[in-house]
């Protein structure tokens, strides 16, 4: 099955503590997407990748960190230094020029 | 970018057409119209685009307007699990920055 993998569905971490948000897809998909989605808002990108070893920031980069060492993985890091944390996190992929992103289940993270 | 508006939320009886107006009045002729949908706390999914004709595809039809200020997206037969925010968006290359999701029409399909 092709498709876009978040892990894990729910996450908690206490206030200070860096975490890290893993995407994966198998679509063969060139660009990359991580957006952050509040409760009743819309979504908001955070950063992008349209090639491997390249990414760049989104509307709401600042604490917040990615990596882009293989074409299949976007994982996002969500540093000490983002004020507000707790929120719905969903990536995307899409092929590099293609309109349609395929989004994946989205991970809710909880910062106490 | 082109910004669309939409009503916050529309109700729909199970069964009928769900009609679903997006407003971008502001749309540039390179920019296509894209709707996506989110089904609660699950990822958005791609609906269908357009630019200039009406278009069709298993899940909806797109109808948009010969001045292309505004479009219609219609599901044919509306169902429990079409309950969702619908979410239209104006984009095309060479636009700035990527799709920008605003906060849709929640639209609820009733039995």
């Known amino acids: 099955d092709g498709g876009i993998t978040q892990s894990p569905k729910y996450l908690f971490r206490k206030e200070g503590q860096n975490v890290t948000l893993s995407c994966e897809q198998n679509?063969?998909?060139?660009?990359m997407y991580w957006y952050r989605q509040d409760p009743g808002q819309g979504l908001r990108l955070i950063y992008y990748?349209?090639?491997?070893?390249?990414?760049q920031k989104g509307d709401i980069a600042e604490g917040y960190s990615v990596s882009r060492e293989k074409k299949e993985s976007f994982p996002l890091t969500v540093t000490s230094a983002q004020k507000n944390p707790t929120a719905f996190y969903l990536c995307a992929s899409s092929n590099r020029g293609a309109y349609e992103q395929y989004f994946g289940p989205g991970t809710r993270l909880t910062v106490t | 970018d082109a910004k669309t508006t939409q009503p916050t939320s529309m109700d729909c009886a199970e069964g009928r057409a769900a009609n679903l107006p997006c407003n971008h009045s502001t749309i540039s002729g390179n920019e296509y119209v894209y709707w996506y949908r989110q089904i609660h706390s699950q990822g958005p999914q791609y609906i269908i685009h357009g630019l200039k004709n009406n278009e069709t595809n298993e899940m909806a039809s797109l109808i948009i307007t010969e001045d292309r200020k505004s479009s219609t997206l219609i599901l044919p037969h509306a169902t429990l699990r079409d309950t969702a925010v619908y979410y239209c968006i104006a984009w095309g290359r060479g636009s700035q920055g990527n799709l920008i999701f605003g906060k849709g029409t929640k639209l609820s399909v009733k039995p």
């Open positions: 990748s349209q090639i491997v070893n390249d990414f």
């Open positions: 679509l063969n998909h060139d660009a």
